[in-house]
């Protein structure tokens, strides 16, 4: 029954410091005092900062018997001497309260609000800390596994995080148990209770995985400028240095890998590709469609536009699996890149499968376009077998659309 005992308990492993839950302690039974005796003037809250220990005394000056004229700042001297025999009238009368001196049922609700008063601080500083700390790589255990969420516990500090189906890695699989590592990105207060969300999705953890690899990073001698992802297939990086003598790429990189082959393995054989940032926007847009190899552009700066001409062989590089090179290539450069095959005939005469719209289905016509073939010409090129190989469409289909294709050269 003892609340000094209930303050103890609930110092022991919370997130609360201990000058705040002093506060606490000495405001719930200032609350106790005033309920009982409807004032707190007169009483003295001592709390122990380093131990704890809680002493309550009351305060009442000593007058003549008979003189109380208020019994909550007065005490008679007969009353004051069986508290100690040494009181004179006029002096300070000071009375030692117990917690059993409040009763059993005011205590339990006194203990009641310290709990709650207890989880509400801990509430807010679980949001402030986290809060503080967004963006910033987290390392957790598994601790449970829901349909559309992974409950993390915080190794740091104990806590429980939440990692969402939709933050996570194509690839990723975890038991109970495993250690994730991810990044703060959200604090949130559902039904007042702070939810802290982890991505491993997010541009900021390989940010921050490429910090922990890279010195030059961390120390801000190479700058990333800006990341593009598409989680588990494919990222672009742009990096710069304000130092001449360091080559930003091969840094991150490292000696044979070793510095990239790590935040690969942790993002599930993310394709990582690293580029030289520049202003130059011609030359940025040649290095960011890198592995391929670019034969000329054509910029609209007003549109945000590039059109982008390579050799037949370059194509389907540049448009890489399923359009993720070009498409994260835009997106690092801000325009609207368009790939073009060049022919080596320049009056060589082609058409855009789009013009086919009418005798083609689009989905057709996508399946050629996401193997970099965006001509009738450029489908052409490209033997019956190659085309049956490279795309999932049925043999019959390949066979009727080139023959369409045929079709419109023979016309010509």
């Not at 910033?136 to 915080?154: A, M, S, Y």
């Not at 080559?247 to 393995?265: F, L």
């Not at 580029?275 to 910029?299: E, G, M, W």
């Amino acid at each position: 029954m003892n609340l000094v005992e209930s303050f103890a308990e609930f110092k022991a492993g919370k997130n609360v410091d201990r000058p705040t839950m002093v506060r606490v302690l000495e405001d719930v039974f200032r609350t106790l005092i005033k309920k009982k005796y409807g004032s707190d003037d007169n009483f003295d809250v001592i709390v122990n900062t380093q131990s704890g220990d809680l002493e309550l005394w009351r305060v009442r000056e000593i007058v003549s018997d008979g003189e109380v004229t208020d019994e909550q700042s007065q005490i008679a001297i007969s009353e004051a001497q069986s508290i100690d025999s040494d009181y004179d009238v006029g002096e300070e009368c000071y009375e030692q309260l117990g917690i059993e001196d409040f009763g059993r049922r005011a205590v339990m609700a006194a203990r009641q609000t310290l709990i709650s008063r207890i989880m509400e601080l801990e509430k807010d500083e679980i949001y402030k800390r986290y809060s503080d700390r967004i963006g910033d790589i987290v390392l957790g255990e598994v601790h449970q596994i829901l349909k559309r969420e992974l409950l993390i516990i915080d190794d740091a500090t104990g806590n429980e995080l939440i990692l969402p189906r939709m933050e996570m890695i194509r690839g990723d699989f975890f038991r109970k148990g495993d250690m994730v590592k991810g990044t703060i990105k959200k604090v949130e207060m559902k039904n007042n209770n702070p939810v802290v969300v982890m991505s491993r999705t997010d541009s900021t953890f390989l940010e921050k995985l490429m910090a922990q690899e890279v010195p030059e990073i961390e120390d801000g001698l190479i700058t990333i400028k800006k990341i593009v992802r598409i989680p588990g297939e494919r990222a672009k990086v742009a990096v710069e240095s304000y130092d001449d003598r360091i080559d930003p790429v091969g840094a991150c990189v490292g000696m044979k890998g070793s510095r990239i082959h790590g935040i690969v393995r942790e993002l599930k054989n993310e394709n990582i590709d690293i580029v030289n940032y520049t202003a130059n926007n011609n030359l940025f847009i040649q290095r960011s469609l890198t592995p391929a190899k670019i034969t000329s552009i054509d910029i609209n700066d007003e549109k945000m536009t590039a059109a982008v001409f390579l050799k037949a062989d370059q194509v389907s590089l540049a448009i890489g699996k399923g359009g993720s090179n070009i498409k994260l290539a835009s997106k690092l450069t801000g325009y609207e890149i368009d790939v073009y095959r060049e022919t080596d005939d320049p009056d060589m005469e082609d058409v855009d499968l789009d013009e086919f719209a009418d005798e083609i289905e689009e989905w057709i016509l996508d399946q050629f376009k996401g193997i970099g073939c965006d001509t009738a010409r450029s489908v052409l090129d490209l033997s019956r077998d190659e085309l049956i190989r490279r795309t999932d469409l049925e043999e019959e289909t390949i066979d009727d659309v080139l023959k369409i294709l045929k079709a419109e050269f023979d016309k010509e």
